[in-house]
């Protein structure tokens, strides 16, 4: 998916470039069509697409705190939690 967004940006960067430095084209109008026939176009269908990975995470965030493991596993390893601070060794 953002092979397709980087791609087109490409293509639309390179239209606007070509825009801007043609003689009868101006930098305004280069700036004009980056931004309504590139960023604004793939900014609501990278949103869009994007929907169901949110809608996951939510309903995953919302059954964790549901069951009462919220905090319990941070970064989602599934390690034991351990100790921060190393326990002080004592000299028989």
Do not use: C, N, Q
């Amino acid at each position: 998916m953002y092979l397709v967004a980087i791609g087109w940006l490409y293509v639309v960067v390179l239209m606007a470039l070509a825009e801007g430095t043609s003689a009868r084209g101006t930098w305004l109008g280069a700036t004009f069509t980056f931004l309504l026939y590139g960023a604004l176009p793939l900014g609501i269908a990278l949103y869009l697409l994007g929907t169901p990975a949110r809608r996951r995470a939510r309903r995953r965030a919302e059954r964790a705190s549901a069951e009462g493991r919220a905090g319990v596993d941070p970064d989602g390893r599934g390690h034991a939690p351990g100790d921060p601070v190393a326990p002080e060794r004592k000299e028989p």
